[in-house]
């Protein structure tokens, strides 16, 4: 295919995507709290017009592009890690989870009973995603979404198998499940509307719901396969923002862009191929917990991750441009061209054709953690800093490839192959992000202080090695030694070893009442230190302990 048509089909296809998105977010009331309104529409014009063309106007960000300087995240606790809260609970990354419950995900209900009726209240044909909402025989609500007559499996397996990675990595999700439906269980609720994609409400009819069931594909059982989600129970308030925070939310202390597991959706993001994070793709819901109203923080709708976008197989530029992508845009500008992009490279090697419909195009080729870009550039996901990166990483590095298996089986893909070459993809991906990221941050934790002959000994566990990123052995660290008493510091020592501990004086402990250890790394055939590790030790009551540790921003 030559260049123009080759840049012509990505254009309208881009064209196409936007024009057929939903304009809006509906809500739902709640005593006390303020709803909001979005959309794709609203979320380009914030982000990629708005706040990007202005964005220098505040000089806070410019002195920041100017120096280098990043904002450290300001909602984790002293040991550098992110406290449990209504946006995020640490699960699989602080204690493994059962393979059980990896397969789950999140359990609200006992899951939609796919034998009974399912009672359509309304259709939603209009949009990027056609669906119905519906109720199953046991009263619950659940939004079903349906894949493209020549992508069967693709959209509704990403859909189940990202969510269940989201939460097991700490996001409040829905839950979603995998229905096989006949034709015979579909009820129409009297009174049920659909906007129908003129734009205008109609009555949804028998005669409407066969016209849409006909471009839908069947298993072969001849049954109609979707995602079913959860419809969540509460006062819905509508999208989240990436930044700022809520002033009628007493729990929402902190700018949501200073917040490390916002801005770690960058790094997730990377991981699952999740171009289309944006704000329209969460939820706030106002929900009762330990006896009173709280506001929880969702993140919804994930069957445009992986090879997946809700309208088919996702194109190649996704994931290595914005939306409206500016810089990229200029350089095809001043080479006339003939620049070719990583994106255009990856479509050569792999010579434009999907080999597994039901997985689309998802591999590794030209792939690069540091430079995978979403649809919309947020301040959130651009204030991503070492430290916060090197913490998205570990959370990932925690699934074994027996585990990601597990949750790539529950997309329930029949092509043995394809769902192989799925979870492969993935593993391979989980390495390239977490070598990526501790490469570029001290990749040092698992800090334990033990009692020593000579003092305590400090142990910890270098993740590049223990992840087999770089050789045993073959790497020195170096101790910069500080005595604090009081606001004044002194540096007592420096030294190096290329062992996974570190003594520390008794001679140190008896003489100041707080020591800090900045410890650098340095790789085999490296010149330069790595940023570094700060560890806090604390002496109280004839008793020392670990007071604080940092990672280098």
């Given at each position: 295919m030559s260049r123009p048509r080759l840049l012509f089909k990505v254009f309208a296809l881009f064209v196409a995507l936007v024009l057929a998105a939903p304009v809006s977010f509906a809500r739902q009331a709640s005593s006390g709290y303020r709803g909001r309104e979005s959309g794709l529409y609203r979320d380009v014009f914030d982000q990629n017009i708005y706040y990007e063309g202005t964005q220098y106007l505040h000089l806070e960000r410019l002195y920041e592009d100017l120096f280098h300087i990043k904002q450290r995240s300001l909602n984790v606790n002293v040991f550098d890690e992110v406290p449990d809260s209504l946006f995020f609970t640490n699960r699989h990354g602080r204690e493994r989870m059962p393979i059980e419950a990896l397969k789950q995900g999140p359990s609200a209900t006992s899951g939609p009973d796919p034998g009974g009726k399912w009672t359509i209240t309304k259709g939603k044909f209009e949009g990027l995603t056609p669906g119905f909402f519906v109720r199953d025989e046991k009263g619950e609500k659940y939004l079903l979404k349906f894949d493209r007559a020549e992508s069967l499996e693709l959209a509704t397996g990403a859909e189940v198998i990202a969510s269940r990675f989201?939460?097991?990595?700490?996001?409040?999700?829905?839950?979603?499940?995998?229905?096989?439906?006949?034709?015979?269980?579909?009820?129409?609720?009297?009174?049920?509307?659909?906007?129908d994609d003129t734009g205008f409400r109609k009555k949804l009819t028998p005669e409407k719901l066969e016209e849409f069931l006909l471009f839908l594909p069947e298993t072969a059982e001849g049954q109609y396969r979707a995602s079913a989600s959860w419809i969540l129970k509460g006062g819905i308030l509508g999208p989240m923002r990436f930044q700022g925070r809520r002033k009628d939310d007493p729990d929402d202390l902190v700018n949501h862009e200073d917040r490390r597991e916002i801005r770690a959706l960058q790094v997730f993001a990377s991981w699952l191929n999740h171009n289309d994070v944006r704000e329209s793709n969460s939820l706030d819901v106002v929900e009762q917990a330990e006896g009173k109203e709280v506001i929880r923080?969702?993140?919804?709708?994930?069957?445009?991750?992986?090879?997946?976008?809700?309208?088919?197989?996702?194109?190649?530029?996704?994931g290595h441009e914005h939306m409206l992508d500016y810089g990229e845009t200029l350089k095809a500008i001043v080479t006339l061209g003939f620049w070719k992009k990583p994106w255009q490279k990856?479509?050569?090697?792999?010579?434009?054709?999907?080999?597994?419909?039901?997985?689309?195009?998802?591999?590794?080729?030209?792939?690069?953690?540091?430079?995978?870009?979403?649809?919309?550039?947020?301040?959130?996901?651009?204030?991503?800093?070492?430290?916060?990166?090197?913490?998205?990483?570990?959370?990932?590095?925690?699934?074994?490839?027996?585990?990601?298996?597990?949750?790539?089986?529950?997309?329930?893909?029949?092509?043995?192959?394809?769902?192989?070459?799925?979870?492969?993809?993935?593993?391979?991906?989980?390495?390239?992000?977490?070598?990526?990221?501790?490469?570029?941050?001290?990749?040092?934790?698992?800090?334990?202080?033990?009692?020593?002959?000579?003092?305590?000994?400090?142990?910890?566990?270098?993740?590049?090695?223990?992840?087999?990123?770089?050789?045993?052995?073959?790497?020195?660290?170096?101790?910069?030694?500080?005595?604090?008493?009081?606001?004044r510091g002194k540096r007592i020592a420096q030294e190096e070893t290329a062992d996974e501990s570190f003594t520390v004086k008794s001679e140190w402990l008896q003489e100041y009442p707080s020591i800090d250890l900045l410890i650098r790394t340095r790789r085999d055939?490296?010149?330069?230190?790595?940023?570094?590790?700060?560890?806090?030790?604390?002496s109280e009551q004839d008793r020392t302990r670990l007071a604080g540790i940092l990672h280098q921003d």
């Open positions: 989201m939460h097991a990595l700490g996001y409040n999700v829905p839950q979603y499940s995998l229905v096989y439906l006949k034709r015979d269980q579909f009820d129409i609720e009297e009174g049920a509307e659909i906007y923080h969702y993140l919804i709708d994930f069957n445009s991750c992986l090879g997946s976008t809700a309208r088919g197989p996702k194109p190649p530029m996704f990856r479509w050569e090697e792999s010579g434009e054709a999907i080999r597994y419909p039901s997985i689309g195009y998802f591999d590794n080729r030209q792939f690069d953690p540091g430079r995978f870009r979403t649809q919309l550039p947020y301040f959130s996901i651009k204030d991503l800093t070492r430290a916060d990166g090197f913490w998205a990483a570990k959370m990932l590095m925690k699934f074994t490839d027996e585990e990601i298996r597990t949750v790539v089986s529950t997309g329930e893909i029949t092509d043995g192959e394809a769902r192989e070459e799925l979870a492969k993809t993935l593993i391979e991906r989980r390495d390239l992000v977490g070598k990526y990221w501790f490469k570029e941050a001290n990749p040092l934790d698992e800090f334990q202080l033990l009692e020593s002959g000579e003092g305590l000994e400090l142990r910890f566990e270098d993740l590049a090695v223990h992840y087999g990123f770089q050789p045993e052995g073959k790497s020195v660290y170096r101790f910069d030694v500080i005595g604090k008493k009081g606001n055939g490296e010149k330069e230190w790595s940023p570094f590790v700060r560890v806090e030790l604390r």
